[in-house]
């Protein structure tokens, strides 16, 4: 097998010299792998934040029945045809009818229901006068209702199905299911749903100087922060993490370890080693597995590094070691993947227009993916770039809301240009109402 670790020194080894795909092409070759994941029935309780693998149909009208919007008194409005300040119009209260409940009989001529929000009209009645116009008394122990004003025909009535009519389809599979979503889902009876299983997205971090986060700090040695950031990315984007560890740099371990994994995901990430250094593994890993590298290089900054490979239709992406790198490389070419399994018909990272909120004079041939933190000012969108911009960085990844996308030139960019970015996450509120 071909090893760069092997090559002797006064060579010139061309594997070194990798050619960069542009963005978009790297990945559209990714997205070629796309693919959808099953179903599943959850309970309702349980389906928080999954994906609909089914449109929710309206198994009855909205509202079922015709219903009253107000506590009041339920009526026939030709009764009360002529009413004024100076002719009042008397009705006889015939029985209560709360929420939950049906009148016991057909309203008659001069007759009146109490009816509480909610119940159900009783039959004959066709308008509701809310208990703030009525006059209420008793008279030879019958309960009485007076009113000064007409009604008309279905005033403060809730028309069966005038929300909804059975079979509209009122929300459509590969949708997320929020709070709203959920409170549709129990009004048709859905208390077992169809959603997308989630992706099971398997996680290795490779580096001999990696340490556990409990192991105190070793000269030459730094916390395998990676593997956490990627793992709640995944579960950002929906999918299963599944964290397989982190890995020495030796190649066999390495390569039993990955190949090993490859049974249990539908997709495998790794992060570190896939440079030109003698300790980065991954390429010779996809060789021996006779992986499709479909790239090894993408024009951008951080994550040029960023390689994918598909292996018997599996994809795995070979993340930077870098921290910044890594987070990029995932929220560019996993996630769309990821939401892809989940059905989403618009699997990738909304791109919006903003405003530059600070200067970033550095020019780069590649198209920056910067670490931004996106605010509104007076009206417009204000993205900022937040901390140092290295691939090596991770502090700054804790502002990061947004990526904001600086194509590559001789050029750098000014306070107050226009820029694009990617929306990451939407979680920023402030202080006071
Ligand atoms: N001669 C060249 N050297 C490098 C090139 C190049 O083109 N030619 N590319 C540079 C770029 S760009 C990047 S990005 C890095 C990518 O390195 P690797 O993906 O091979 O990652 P490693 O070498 O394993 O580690 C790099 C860096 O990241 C730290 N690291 C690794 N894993 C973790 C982790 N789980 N948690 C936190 N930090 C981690 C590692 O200690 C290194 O400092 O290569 C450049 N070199
Ligand atoms: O692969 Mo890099 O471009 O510094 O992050
Ligand atoms: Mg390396």
Redesign the pocket.
């Known amino acids: 097998m071909f090893c760069r670790n092997f090559i002797q020194k006064g060579f010139v080894d061309m594997s070194l010299h990798r050619k960069p795909m542009p963005v978009p092409d790297a990945v559209n070759s990714v997205m070629n792998y796309k693919k959808k994941a099953e179903g599943e029935i959850l309970p309702l309780e349980f389906c928080d934040n999954r994906t609909l693998a089914e449109d929710i149909v309206a198994t009855h009208p909205v509202p079922p029945f015709n219903k009253s919007p107000y506590d009041g008194f339920a009526l026939r409005s030709e009764d009360t045809e002529g009413l004024s300040k100076e002719k009042s119009g008397q009705f006889r209260v015939t029985e209560t009818v709360g929420a939950g409940h049906r009148a016991s009989r057909p309203i008659k001529e001069g007759e009146a229901v109490r009816i509480m929000t909610g119940a159900e009209i009783p039959s004959g009645a066709d308008c509701v006068a809310m208990f703030e116009i009525c006059q209420t008394y008793e008279q030879d122990g019958q309960s009485w209702m007076s009113l000064k004003r007409p009604m008309e025909v279905n005033q403060n009535i809730i028309q069966q199905g005038s929300e909804t009519k059975e079979s509209d389809v009122l929300v459509e599979a590969g949708t997320k299911v929020n709070p709203g979503v959920k409170a549709l889902l129990a009004t048709f009876g859905y208390s077992d749903v169809n959603v997308y299983k989630k992706p099971v997205i398997g996680v290795f971090?490779?580096?001999t100087?990696?340490l556990d986060v409990d192991e105190p700090l070793e000269p030459g040695k730094?916390r395998?922060?990676?593997?956490y950031m990627i793992v709640s990315q995944v579960k950002r984007a929906g999918g299963e993490a599944h964290y397989f560890g982190k890995l020495e740099d030796d190649f066999d371990v390495c390569y039993q370890s990955v190949s090993e994994a490859l049974d249990k995901v539908d997709v495998l990430i790794t992060?570190?080693?896939?440079?030109?250094?003698d300790y980065?593994l991954m390429p010779d890993i996809y060789e021996k597995l006779e992986a499709d590298v479909l790239f090894n290089k993408v024009a951008m900054r951080?994550?040029?590094?960023t390689t994918v490979a598909s292996y018997q239709g599996k994809l795995l992406f070979g993340l930077?070691?870098?921290?910044s790198?890594c987070y990029v490389g995932f929220e560019l070419f996993t996630y769309p993947i990821i939401l892809s399994y989940l059905g989403r018909s618009e699997p990738f990272h909304q791109r919006i227009q903003a405003t530059l909120g600070k200067d970033f004079k550095k020019p780069n041939p590649f198209t920056r993916f910067v670490r931004g933190y996106l605010r509104y000012q007076e009206g417009r969108v204000i993205v900022d770039p937040v901390g140092m911009d290295k691939?090596?960085v991770v502090s700054s990844l804790a502002h990061t809301n947004v990526l904001i996308m600086l194509p590559g030139g001789t050029r750098g960019y000014e306070k107050g240009d226009n820029v694009e970015a990617l929306l990451l996450e939407d979680q920023t509120g402030q202080e006071s109402f």
Do not use: F, M, Q, Y
């Open positions: 971090a490779t580096g100087e990696l730094i395998n922060s990676n593997a992060t570190g080693g896939v440079s030109v250094g980065d951080p994550g040029s590094v930077s070691g870098n921290p790198a691939s090596a």
